[in-house]
């Protein structure tokens, strides 16, 4: 196990080493913005590129940005944006919004998909089934930005339950700050309850026509005693491990979602960087890596955990 980990690690980090290569040499063969168009900024912006080694050959500026950067944690400061800020500093800022609003969405929809698999499964090939099926397959898809405009006109413009747009401020625990990010954690939610609900239904499906099944009910259990005690444990086995992987995606949260309810996160951050009239190649460097390293992550602790969680797929690779 030791050593299938150690070899999804180097595969990971040679992954993101690759990517981030790519983006960093795409970035770089783009203009710079003039030191002279930032003002009083004009010395602190030609000190930073100095260090940083804006005016050498590409592959030395790569090696710095490996040294400095990546390693060293000096991203350099934004150009644009925020212009004279700590690139490092603005993403730390930035960050709580976006594991907020998606831990809550993460909170509201796994319990629900899983709700919804388990009792489609158990109503299989009958009308209940039919229906949750039939609403999965629209709700994954569409995008999840529109479910978010259809929330945003339904919910906040005709309905009026909610603000359009997320309450400034830092404190998210704050029962107006939850009420105005409901329609930015429903949004997100939507994707997520279809997907763990297609998925548990499923595996939850397979496992209660196994041989094992019927051999527990021929021992005197019901319906229900069998479910419980053997069918959900063997189905939560797969299931279990993507649950893990949508807490640690968390961090990624939603670019697209962000924007639209103007939830102040790295997502937000991240269009804004790319969009300016003059993009802030710092900022989005950063934030690259950030999204690189959360997804292939992901990936490599969804792996992991198979065997983890159940330990005879351990000793099914002896």
């Not at 595969?11 to 063969?29: E, N, Q, S």
């Not at 993403?91 to 976006?98: E, G, I, M, R, V």
Request: hydrophobic residues 50%.
């Amino acid at each position: 196990m030791a050593k299938y980990i150690l070899k999804r690690i180097g595969l990971m980090l040679f992954t993101f080493l690759v990517i981030i290569t790519i983006c960093f040499v795409l970035v770089k063969l783009l203009p710079n913005k003039p030191p002279e168009t930032f003002g009083q900024d004009q010395a602190l912006i030609e000190a930073r590129r100095e260090q940083l080694g804006y005016n050498k050959p590409i592959m030395v500026q790569y090696f710095i940005f490996l040294g400095r950067s990546l390693l060293g944690g000096d991203w350099g400061i934004s150009e644009s944006l925020y212009v004279g800020t700590d690139v490092m500093e603005l993403f730390s800022q930035k960050l709580p919004a976006t594991v907020m609003v998606n831990l809550y969405s993460l909170l509201l929809s796994v319990p629900l998909g899983l709700a919804f698999g388990i009792f489609a499964a158990l109503k299989k090939n009958k009308w209940q089934d039919h229906v949750i099926s039939t609403l999965v397959m629209i709700f994954i898809s569409v995008p999840s930005y529109v479910y978010a405009f259809l929330v945003q006109y339904i919910l906040c413009f005709k309905l009026g339950w909610f603000p359009l747009l997320v309450d400034t401020g830092t404190n998210f625990f704050l029962p107006s700050m939850v009420w105005s990010m409901f329609p930015a954690i429903l949004s997100l939610a939507f994707g997520t309850i279809a997907g763990l609900t297609r998925f548990t239904r499923a595996e939850l499906t397979e496992v209660l026509t196994s041989d094992f099944m019927l051999l527990a009910r021929t021992k005197g259990l019901t319906k229900s005693q069998a479910t419980v005690r053997h069918a959900l444990k063997n189905a939560m086995v797969p299931i279990f491990p993507m649950i893990i992987g949508e807490f640690i995606s968390i961090l990624g949260g939603s670019i697209v979602i962000e924007q639209i309810f103007a939830v102040p996160g790295v997502g937000e951050l991240y269009i804004k960087a790319i969009t300016a009239a003059t993009p802030d190649y710092n900022i989005f460097m950063l934030l690259t890596c950030f999204y690189t390293f959360v997804g292939l992550a992901a990936g490599i602790v969804i792996d992991i955990s198979y065997g983890i969680i159940d330990p005879r797929i351990r000793m099914g690779a002896r």
